[in-house]
């Protein structure tokens, strides 16, 4: 199910989201309000900088609880990171999220802006961390 399309442009915005596959996928209430809410996080400029086209971006990496702390998000991002054309990675990452940050500091990315998270009581998040780790030379 493709509920989005890639734009192989240089751009903030590196998904552009169709509302009419999430109506087909979620039927309409359910579809649209998805699209709604997807919609304002990835149609916004994704990162408070500009992207190359040559660098990757991650997004959303998630492991189910009974299998965080075995190498899974480790050997996956590894894969990915080895497989894909990009020169380097930039990614997203809530100051809070401890896990992951380590994760992250163990991949090889390293922190190269720190931005003050809005509603912070609310959320939790004190600043979002963007980190970036450059592709190894073969």
């Known amino acids: 199910m493709r509920l989005y399309q890639w734009q192989r442009i240089q751009s903030n915005t590196p998904i552009q ?3 009419k596959m ?6 309409w209430v359910r579809g649209n309000f998805a699209y ?18 040559h660098t990757g971006s991650i997004e959303y990496v998630a492991t189910a609880k ?3 702390g075995q190498g899974v998000g480790y050997d996956l991002l590894t894969h990915i990171m080895k497989i894909m054309p990009y020169t380097a990675y930039v990614l997203e990452v809530a ?3 401890i896990g ?17 998270a809005a ?20």
């Open 17 to 19: 989201l169709e509302r």
């Open 22 to 27: 999430f109506s087909n996928a979620f039927g």
């Open 36 to 53: 709604y809410l997807l919609n304002r996080h990835v149609g916004r400029n994704a990162y408070p900088f500009n992207l190359s086209k």
């Open 66 to 68: 009974e299998y965080q």
């Open 95 to 97: 100051d809070t999220n």
């Open 100 to 116: 992951a940050v380590k994760l992250y500091d163990r991949l090889g990315f390293k922190e190269f802006k720190r931005v003050k």
């Open 119 to 138: 509603n912070r009581r609310r959320t939790g998040v004190n600043f979002f961390l963007y980190m970036r780790r450059d592709k190894p030379q073969d």
